[in-house]
C-alpha cells in the first residue's frame, strides 16, 4: 500500500517536469542535466527505491486488470541513444507480462502507408486492465516527417498543405480526448538528452564491443538534424499537452534519474485512479462459504 505522504512526495517529484498546458512550453528551460533534488551520491538509494516502486507498480497493475475500467497507454518520444529502451525496461521489470504490451514504431510498411497515420497505432491500444507502451508512436508523424517532410509524398495524402502540422496537432489532441473518454489513460513521455550526452553514448557503443550491435550509422545521420529535431518536439509539447493527456519532459542525462522520474509518473498515473478490488456482493460471500464447506467436507 502506498501512504499518502508517498503518493505527496511522488506527486512532487514529478510535478517540475509535468506539463498538463503547453502554452508556454520552452524546451530550453528544461535542463536534460537535471537531478532534481539527488545528485550522484544519491545513485544507489534512488535505485533501491525505484525497486519498491517496481513492487508498488505490480500491486497497482493487479488492481487495474481487477477494476477492468481503464486501459493505461504509456507513449515515449526521444533522440536516438536517449535511453528508451532502458526505462521501458527497468521501470517494467517486475510487472505481470500477460498484462503489458510493448510495441515498437519503425517507419511505416506499404501497407501502413496505405492507411490514415493513426491506423496502427490504434490496432495496439491496450485493452482495460492493461498497460500498453509505445517506443515511439504517431508522434514520429510530427518529428520525424516534420523534420523530413519528403517522407509525406509516400503517404499519399489528399490535401498536404502548409497546415498539415496544425491539423495533426488537432487531429492527435482529439484523439487522446477520445481515449480518455472511453477509459484509456494516456501519459506522454519525452526523454530529453542533450546533443552533447548523446555523442558521448554514440561513442561509448563504438569503443565497447558489446555495445556495437546497438551503433547506426543512421543515428549518426539524423544527429545533424538536432536543432530541427528540438524545434519540433517543442511545438509537438506546445500543441499537445493536455491536462488528461500531460507530457513529461524528462531529464535524460543521467539514467538513474530519468528511471525514476518515469517510474514515479507511471505510479501516479495508476494512483490517479483510485482503483479498488471489486467488492464482493451478500450473494457471492455465501456461495463463497458453501465452497469452502463443499471443499473441507470432501
Ligand atoms: P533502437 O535504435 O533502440 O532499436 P529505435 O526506436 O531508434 O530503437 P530504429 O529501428 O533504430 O528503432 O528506428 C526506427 C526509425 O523509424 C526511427 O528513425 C523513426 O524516426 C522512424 N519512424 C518511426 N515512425 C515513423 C514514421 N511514421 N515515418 C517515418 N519514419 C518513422
Ligand atoms: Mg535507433
Not at 512532487?12 to 508556454?24: F, L, Q, V
Request: net charge neutral.
Amino acid at each position: 500500500m502506498i501512504t499518502n505522504k508517498q503518493t505527496e512526495k511522488i506527486r512532487k517529484y514529478i510535478k517540475p517536469y509535468r506539463i498538463d498546458d503547453g502554452k508556454n512550453f520552452k524546451l530550453k528551460n528544461f535542463d536534460p542535466d537535471d537531478t532534481g533534488e539527488f545528485s550522484k551520491s544519491d545513485k544507489e538509494s534512488l535505485k533501491e527505491v525505484l525497486e519498491e516502486g517496481i513492487i508498488q507498480l505490480r500491486e497497482l497493475q493487479e488492481k487495474l486488470y481487477a477494476d477492468d475500467k481503464w486501459g493505461v497507454l504509456l507513449i515515449f518520444q526521444a533522440m536516438d541513444a536517449a535511453g528508451k529502451d532502458g526505462a521501458i525496461k527497468h521501470v517494467f521489470s517486475g510487472i505481470n507480462p500477460q498484462g503489458c504490451q510493448v510495441t515498437s514504431f519503425k517507419s511505416p510498411s506499404t501497407e501502413e502507408l496505405d492507411h490514415d497515420f493513426l491506423w496502427r497505432c490504434n490496432k495496439n491500444l491496450p485493452e482495460r486492465g492493461r498497460f500498453g507502451i509505445f517506443n515511439r508512436s504517431y508522434y514520429e508523424e510530427v518529428l520525424v516527417v516534420r523534420v523530413h517532410p519528403e517522407y509525406l509524398g509516400a503517404q499519399k495524402l489528399p490535401d498536404n498543405d502548409n497546415n498539415i502540422w496544425k491539423k495533426r496537432f488537432q487531429d492527435i489532441t482529439q484523439f487522446e480526448k477520445y481515449l480518455h473518454h472511453n477509459g484509456i489513460l494516456v501519459r506522454k513521455f519525452f526523454l530529453n538528452v542533450s546533443k552533447k550526452e548523446q555523442k558521448r553514448r554514440f561513442l561509448e557503443r563504438l569503443d565497447k564491443p558489446n555495445k556495437n550491435w546497438k551503433f547506426s550509422q543512421a543515428d549518426v545521420k539524423e544527429r545533424q538534424h538536432w536543432d530541427e529535431y528540438m524545434d519540433a518536439y517543442e511545438d509537438m509539447i506546445r500543441n499537445t499537452a493536455s491536462e488528461s493527456a500531460p507530457w513529461f519532459v524528462v531529464p535524460a542525462n543521467n539514467k538513474w534519474y530519468t528511471r525514476a522520474i518515469v517510474g514515479a509518473a507511471v505510479i501516479d498515473a495508476l494512483l490517479s485512479l483510485n482503483l479498488e478490488f471489486p467488492k464482493v456482493d451478500k450473494r457471492h460471500l455465501v456461495e463463497l462459504q458453501a465452497a469452502r464447506e463443499a471443499l473441507t467436507n470432501e
